[in-house]
């Protein structure tokens, strides 16, 4: 039973171009956080997507950065015209979740991202 | 949004019970209380998880104070690969969202 996946596991882009973040679920998962990690603190939320739906992006910065879970596929964080602060571990997790009880994230291994 | 406060770091001996404390004075009655550990370059790992009563799994035990402000996370029995940094974490659900609020957390050292 496969975990949550993420790839790449490291990714270096140069300032100015695109990085582009996957994450496969858990199998029969339906829900999807993204959560950022800068060296030497704890993870810090950024968004929270069931299939096709934002729920919550409340951690999301306003410009550059952009989310997505398809009906099909992997959900993808995106960051355009990426900087140097955006260096960091990208985390997901993926739970399943019925109404009125709590499910555990799953995290995956993580995205390094690298902006040289 | 509630906080969390656990100690920088803490040191344990291998074989000897590890406790982590955990301050959590803003917590309202909906907040469950989670303990995730991370290994260097992994992700979280989830260790346990409670609301008002105290819990046992096979890794650890969590016992939540009464006025559910604090709570500590109890290694029974510490061994080198405990040996990670340690998070106590609320999750709120308001208006539908589910998300998870981390600390800075407690980094764990066992000594041989």
């Known amino acids: 039973n496969a975990g949550v996946m993420q790839n790449p596991r490291h990714l270096v882009r140069r300032r100015g171009q695109e990085a582009r973040l996957r994450c496969s679920p858990m199998k029969g998962h339906s829900h999807v956080y993204w959560y950022r990690q800068l060296p030497e603190e704890g993870l810090k939320f950024m968004v929270y997507l069931q299939k096709e739906n934002i729920i919550d992006e409340s951690g999301m910065p306003k410009e550059r950065f952009s989310a997505e879970f398809p009906k099909e596929g992997p959900s993808i964080l995106r960051i355009q015209q990426v900087v140097r602060g955006d260096s960091a571990a990208y985390f997901c997790?993926?739970?399943?979740?019925?109404?009125?009880?709590?499910?555990?994230?799953?995290f995956g291994p993580g995205t390094r991202l690298t902006v040289t | 949004d509630a906080k969390t406060t656990q100690p920088n770091s803490m040191e344990s001996n291998e074989e000897e019970p590890v406790h982590l404390p955990c301050n959590h004075s803003t917590i309202s009655g909906t907040d469950y209380i989670h303990w995730y550990r991370q290994l260097p370059s992994q992700g979280p790992e989830y260790v346990i998880h409670?609301?008002?009563s105290n819990v046992n799994n096979r890794m650890a035990s969590l016992a939540i104070a009464e006025d559910r402000k604090s709570s500590t996370l109890i290694l029974h029995r510490a061994t080198l690969r405990d040996a990670a940094v340690y998070y106590c974490i609320l999750s709120q659900t308001t208006s539908g969202t589910y998300k998870y609020i981390f600390g800075t957390g407690t980094r764990l050292k066992v000594l041989a």
């Open positions: 997790a993926s739970s399943s979740r019925l109404a009125g009880k709590t499910y555990e994230q799953y």
């Open positions: 409670g609301l008002t």
